[in-house]
């Protein structure tokens, strides 16, 4: 009987680069799973300890921002931590322009768990045509958030379109925007806020009009709350803080909880133009005071209350 032997040259596998490498080796499974226990996932996705560290996009989309997401990590689940395979050593973007993926693990340094496909992108959550360096740190951050998420249950509220339970009230459960849905339309008592003057409900009364986002903008900047030296520098604020959430044009804007996000950015931009400290849950109230308001004239009192408070 003739039997086949197969030689191997170790130079046949230090020849291999690291992407090939773990590409075979996901191919033939050659990793230890790591697992985490139901009871254990549970419990991260019911903890209410993320809540005071939800913060919202330009979208209005619910999100846990990085040092929290590996705060959270290390508390409850302190051996884990988050890698990324890669197409070349040193090097964790894969892809094509207009298509770069990162692809996250979890891992404790012997087990690992597969890996995600996520996708590089911008502030508006489009596709990156060119990488540099500070696209692929933001990415990395995001991917590492999104990872922590899917394997531990920690935030994952958040992209199920839930909110996070408060500790006196964990059963209890508001739905968010999905994540994978667009924005919908928000309610006329918000969507429909006129520039200045008027309530909000006026504006509602008869028919939709289409918000003026750039007429709410420029009463804003003229109003000049934050005290500037002068209405050309308030306007400059103003241009800084819509670019700071994603956008070119105040017309880009389409309903008032997102101009309400262009008027926080600019107390915050404000904020450390001046070199001030201010404690995460003051912050807090002082940006929900900005939300609250109905139209730009609300707007303006709320900014120039914090600005007199730090001044």
Request: net charge neutral; proline share 6%; hydrophobic share 40%.
């Amino acid at each position: 009987m003739n039997h086949s032997l197969f030689l191997y040259s170790p130079s046949d596998f230090f020849s291999m680069d690291a992407s090939n490498q773990a590409m075979i080796d996901r191919y033939n499974g050659v990793f230890a799973p790591l697992e985490i226990s139901a009871d254990a996932f549970k419990t991260a996705y019911d903890t209410s300890d993320i809540g005071p560290h939800i913060e919202k996009d330009y979208k209005g989309l619910s999100y846990l921002s990085w040092p929290f997401a590996f705060r959270y990590l290390k508390e409850h689940f302190p051996t884990l931590f988050v890698a990324f395979e890669e197409k070349t050593l040193g090097w964790p973007v894969f892809g094509e322009p207009g298509a770069f993926i990162l692809r996250p693990y979890l891992t404790d340094g012997i087990r690992r768990t597969p890996a995600l496909v996520f996708p590089v992108m911008d502030r508006k959550h489009n596709s990156i045509q060119q990488l540099d360096g500070r696209a692929i740190s933001d990415n990395i951050q995001r991917a590492s958030v999104k990872c922590i998420a899917t394997f531990t249950g920690l935030g994952l509220r958040l992209y199920a379109g839930e909110d996070i339970p408060k500790e006196d009230d964990a059963k209890k459960q508001t739905r968010l925007p999905l994540q994978q849905e667009a924005q919908k339309q928000d309610p006329p008592s918000k969507q429909d806020a006129p520039a200045a003057g008027s309530s909000v409900s006026d504006a509602g009364t008869t028919g939709t009009p289409a918000f003026n986002a750039k007429e709410a903008l420029t009463a804003l900047c003229k109003a000049n709350p934050l005290g500037y030296a002068d209405e050309r520098t308030s306007m400059a604020a103003g241009k800084a803080a819509l670019e700071s959430v994603g956008f070119s044009r105040a017309t880009e804007i389409k309903s008032w909880d997102v101009f309400c996000n262009v008027s926080q950015a600019m107390i915050t931009l404000w904020a450390k133009e001046q070199g001030l400290a201010i404690p995460k849950g003051e912050m807090k109230a002082e940006l929900d005071a900005i939300a609250a308001s109905s139209n730009v004239e609300e707007t303006v009192k709320a900014i120039k209350a914090f600005a007199a408070k730090k001044q």
